[in-house]
């Protein structure tokens, strides 16, 4: 299995942007499709975006297709995902996840994830 650790989290005024890193360790970083969750209070977790394993193909959800932009490092082991316009309703922990998968982007399923980091959005 990889180790993942996200970092970046924080508070933002709306409007604002925030960049999340999530640093992989302990198999190789480019053999796995990536992707972020998050989850708000209350409510299930959401898919935000997958990312190929080399970065090639991309796809968003549509609640953050143009804010959001998911990106990879694989000689860094890390996968970013840069955040602008911020809503409040971005408020959430924000989770990257990783699955040792190739194929359709929409239909991966995720097996190993971090421990989350809490976005939060003020109005």
């Known amino acids: 299995q990889v180790q993942l650790v996200e970092s970046g989290g924080g508070m933002v005024q709306a409007g604002g942007s925030l960049r999340l890193s999530c640093a992989a360790s302990?198999?190789?970083?480019?053999?796995?499709?990536m992707a972020w969750f998050r989850q708000a209070p209350g409510k299930e977790r959401d898919f935000l975006a997958a990312l190929s394993l080399t970065g090639g193909s991309t796809y968003y959800a549509d609640s953050v297709k143009g804010r959001f932009t998911i990106s990879r490092d694989n000689a860094k082991n890390t996968l970013y995902l840069q955040m602008k316009s911020l809503k409040p309703e971005d408020t959430a922990v924000y989770y990257c996840a990783a699955a040792r998968a190739v194929g359709y982007l929409p239909h991966i399923t995720y097996d190993n994830w971090g421990q989350g980091t809490q976005v939060t959005v003020s109005s």
């Open positions: 302990g198999r190789t970083f480019s053999a796995y499709t």
